[in-house]
């Protein structure tokens, strides 16, 4: 047992903390081979659509044969000098008449993309591994494994991999899969070089039942942003590449999307939009549920008051005012299109401001990013 302030606690298990170094090291290394296959995916999109449009075509053809053949045999035999009209010639104008190569609700339409399946078979194997290390440090240390910037980033990272993967059974996101796990493997990398925390005991301000369900709210809104992020990066440059196209333009960044095959696997950014305002709502609720309302009785609870101007405490409110904000210019001021995606992004970056930097230079009563001093 060991006496930390004036409560015993139990021994560190260092041989189930070496585990949890090695599941999490085997966890970061598959993720980024997921990520790989992901980019390798996008890169050889223009593989895909060919394919993809092949399929369309021979179905499409089927569909329009059986009632021809049905005509033909009730007409009689065609005279021998009639000829078939020609085929309608294709505009393949950078996809300004693209097939159904993507819902636009994001449902699967049979999309066979063999590299992005087999990158999400590895994201599943990487999430699994990935909540061992977490949950066999949270065992080690005997206490919720959230209680430093180090776990917080990578279970934050675990959240992300593992909403992403839920979000993959009702929608067909495997365009954003390459943006999704490469922030993954960013928030694993900047855990182990920023902040490398060894499994050991919280500070007594920590131990208290309201870390579990603070911080866990938090890494779950989190979770659900960075798939909103993700959204609006791609709805501005979905955006651009739309116009590009309705004005028949090759010049400038959406003239340049426009040529990207990449983009004709990603939804319309209307339906982006929809899709990024729909899962902020809900982020937003376990925002208001964990960092603002449990936050202010944890530390009513720890500190005395609900309120105390601390710098985390601010931004985490300049953080859910964006958000309230983007709801409420979205719903009921028109505010759409890159409007609203870039108050949305801007609520994302606040989110890192808040962790990266507020957590790390600002001293205050929420310093626990676990460093030395």
Known sequence: MLTFGAVSLPSINVE??????????????????????FTIDNAQSSRTIRRLE??????????????????????????AEAASPPPEPKDTHNG???PELVDE??????TRRPLANTAIALTVVAVAAH?????????????????????????????????????LLRRDLRFIGSFVLGLVVAMMV??????????????????????????????????????TFAMNVLQLLQSRRERALAENTAQGWGGFLAGRQFMRLVPKAFSLENWAYRINAVAFVFWTLGPMITGAVWARESWGRYWGWDTKEVWTFVIWVVYAGYLHARATRGWTGTRSAWLSIIGFLCIIFNYAVVNVYFPGLHSYAGLPD
């Open 96 to 98: 300004a008449r693209d």
């Open 131 to 167: 909540a061992f290390a977490v949950v066999s440090r949270g065992l080690a240390a005997h206490r919720w494994p959230l209680g430093n910037m180090y776990e917080f980033l990578v279970g934050a990272a675990l959240i992300v991999a593992l909403v992403y993967l839920l979000a």
């Open 54 to 79: 092949t399929d369309l075509a021979r179905e499409q053809e089927s569909l329009t044969a059986q009632p021809m053949k049905v005509a033909t045999a009730a007409a009689g035999p065609p005279p």
């Open 105 to 110: 609700d994001m449902a699967y339409i049979g």
């Open 190 to 227: 900047a855990a182990t070089i920023g902040f490398p925390t060894p499994i050991g005991h919280v500070q007594p301000a920590l131990q208290s039942p309201w870390l579990a369900i603070h911080v866990s709210l938090a890494v779950l809104s989190i979770g659900l942003f960075v798939l």
């Open 16 to 37: 189930l903390a070496e585990y949890s170094e090695l599941f999490m090291m085997i966890a970061a290394f598959i993720y980024t081979l997921a990520f790989i296959l």
